[in-house]
């Protein structure tokens, strides 16, 4: 199992050291890694980390229920200011973690910042938990909410690209798209875990909140008793989202980095081959794949490189030394561009070393002890003839726009469930039609119960349906239908609230196909493809690129929910009051048009899917490899859909 081999690593040798024959330690990489199992392991650390990153977010989505009846108005009217800077300022310091991190993580590696976003996030979560107004409101209790808020972003926002990737990069091809789906399903787990552990929490303060009657019902005041459980009950429903938080911090600050980052981005072939065997163990590496194109060249020189041993426990203790063959500096021609003098470069040295065969489709780095010695262009200069010169671009415009379009109704309808909920379900604690709530306890419990049916079963089974189609199904497929059934399903509820003018028994089951749809299809996909598509190089800045144009539609969707004159009738609800038939009619009326607007964002992805996202799979649905995809639009094209040679003989 690759996580005890991990943990219990002793000075791992070299597996190609000593060997009868040549072996290419690229090929051994990348032989050993197709040919692995599934990664539960990898999964589990990537997983418990998303898990957190949903909890977090949909927490808001329940505090913003509390909150109100504490600070802002006691018959739990959110001030539409204060909720639209709660929603945004996670969702802007998710973005700057998107982007940010995407960057890091391609320019110093995945492991160096792999488990700073968890401390971000327990961080954060301990610091909203703990945000006061101060005595006698001395400092401003929106204040702190919005500055913990998006400094917990940046490390929700951070988790995104850096566990994608590294998913990917761990992963056999054959099992890449399942590994992936399953650390994104986290996302319905924790969100339906955000919803168990509010209605724990409301139940052990049931017996204190029950007494307590919402004064529009009776004139009168909630009392300080019934404010402060308020107060304690959201705390402890953020503050407990550090705990699975804490429970993976270890396992992130220890995992081994990249191979395919080692080869293609710090060009450490020795490096990347030792950690794959102490990961993956020894493999039989075909005899046809230890021959080299060329004569092995013997190195003039060596240089001792370090290389850190491992406890039992996985933390770092020793130093052993072993040789490392130095390239010998080259001498470039007046004439000879970089690429060629790489080239020259990159031929295989002594047994059992050698530098890396470079990833097609890009200018690669050479070994950094000749960083300073060889010409070679820039990350930026690189980024830049990638995706301009040779037309790559619209592979990142398609992630990109595509997870924009998404994410506008996904943030739209998901962070405001609550409210849309009640705005049309009209919760009034009786239960659907009553004119009587009884208490805070009973309106609050309804409200999460309701947004738990509505919203968290529907993610919870959509997610697990695409975990058991990918495997037959192609990501772009799933996508583009994806985009198109739910533009559908949108419109379709859209006519039925326009129509009735009331709440039906339609808008419930087509408000949980919706979320059922947005798992299934392209809420998953969009987060799946940017992690299997770019060069190593490139891949983290991409994903981030890409999930933080879908944060810019998130805002932007929440500014139109929370602050427009449209979204005043849904946000200006009392969770506890019921309104009359006409008042109801109004807000339908509302929503039935807000749906028929978010219609038109999946149909805009599902053509957008459809022109620029790529197939990540050859025309007999077996997946491509990560180098294949890397070689960008140009080598994909001549393909026509038929399989690369290269990932045959892998």
């Not at 009776?218 to 705390?235: E, K, M």
């Not at 039992?312 to 561009?337: D, E, L, M, R, W």
């Not at 947005?518 to 190089?537: H, M």
Request: proline share 6%; charged share 15%; glycine share 8%.
């Amino acid at each position: 199992m690759g996580v005890l081999r991990w943990l219990r690593r002793a000075g791992v040798e070299n597996p190609a050291r000593g060997a009868t024959g040549h072996i290419d330690q690229k090929h051994f990489v990348y032989y050993t890694i197709e040919n692995a199992p599934f990664q539960k392991w990898v999964v589990f650390v990537a997983a418990v980390g998303f898990l957190t990153d949903a909890y977090d977010i949909f927490a808001l989505t329940v505090v913003s229920q509390i909150v109100p009846w504490v600070y802002w108005d006691q018959n739990g009217i959110p001030d539409t200011g204060h909720q639209a800077a709660l929603l945004c300022s996670t969702l802007a310091g998710t973005f700057i973690g998107q982007a940010l991190f995407g960057v890091l993580g391609d320019l110093y590696g995945r492991r160096k910042i792999y488990g700073m976003e968890l401390i971000i996030l327990i961080v954060g979560s301990i610091g909203t938990a703990m945000a006061s107004e101060g005595s006698n409101q001395s400092m401003s209790i929106i204040g702190w909410l919005i500055f913990w808020r998006m400094f917990m972003g940046v490390g929700i926002g951070a988790d995104y690209p850096i566990s994608a990737v590294i998913t990917s990069e761990f992963a056999p091809r054959k099992h890449r798209a399942r590994m992936l789906a399953f650390v994104f399903w986290m996302q319905a787990i924790g969100q339906v875990l955000v919803y168990a552990i509010a209605l724990i929490v409301l139940a052990a303060y049931k017996s204190k909140l029950s007494p307590c009657v919402p004064p529009a019902e009776i004139g009168v005041p909630l009392d300080g008793a019934c404010l402060r459980v308020l107060d304690q009950t959201w705390r402890w429903i953020v503050g407990l989202g550090a705990v699975p938080a804490a429970v993976a911090i270890f396992f992130r600050l220890t995992i081994p980095q990249s191979p395919r980052y080692l080869m293609y981005a710090a060009d450490q072939v020795d490096q990347a081959a030792i950690d794959t065997a102490a990961y993956f163990g020894p493999s039989e590496v075909p005899f046809e794949m230890q021959q080299s194109q060329s004569a092995p060249l013997t190195a003039p020189a060596t240089q001792n490189e370090t290389t850190s041993e491992w406890d039992h426990s996985g933390f770092q203790f020793g130093i052993s030394t072993i040789q490392q063959n130095v390239v010998p500096k080259a001498i470039q021609s007046p004439h000879q561009s970089p690429r060629q003098s790489q080239s020259q470069s990159s031929r295989p040295l002594s047994r059992g070393s050698s530098v890396p065969s470079l990833e097609p489709g890009i200018i690669t780095r050479r070994s950094t002890l000749l960083d300073d010695e060889l010409p070679h262009m820039s990350w930026w200069a690189e980024f830049q003839d990638y995706f301009f010169r040779q037309g790559n671009w619209r592979f990142l415009a398609g992630t990109a726009g595509t997870w924009f379009l998404l994410d506008f109704p996904f943030y739209g309808l998901e962070l405001s469930s609550a409210s849309i909920i009640n705005a049309i379900w009209n919760t009034s604690t009786g239960g659907v039609g009553s004119s009587q709530p009884s208490s805070v306890y009973d309106t609050l419990y309804n409200t999460v119960w309701r947004d738990l049916v509505m919203t968290g079963v529907g993610a919870l089974v959509g997610g697990a349906v695409f975990i058991k189609l990918v495997k037959h199904v192609s990501p772009k497929t799933m996508q583009g239908w994806g985009f198109v059934v739910l533009t559908v399903l949108l419109l379709v509820t859209a006519i039925v609230l326009l129509a009735s003018g009331t709440e039906t028994s339609a808008f419930v089951v087509l408000y949980v196909l919706v979320q059922l749809n947005f798992s299934l299809g392209p809420n998953t996909t969009t987060y799946l493809i940017p992690a299997e598509l770019f060069p190593t190089r490139f891949r983290c800045t991409c994903h981030g690129i890409s999930a933080a144009a879908g944060r810019l539609g998130g805002i932007a969707a929440q500014l139109i929910v929370t602050l427009s004159p449209f979204g005043q009738p849904l946000i200006s609800t009392s969770p506890s009051t019921t309104d009359n038939l006409t008042s109801i009619g109004l807000k339908a009326t509302t929503l039935g048009k807000l749906f028929a607007i978010l219609c038109i964002f999946p149909a805009l992805g599902a053509g957008l899917t459809w022109l620029l996202t790529p197939e990540t799979r050859d025309k007999h649905g077996q997946p491509r490899s990560l180098e294949t995809l890397a070689k960008g639009h140009g080598h994909l094209k001549k393909l026509k859909g038929e399989t690369d040679p290269d990932d045959k003989d892998q």
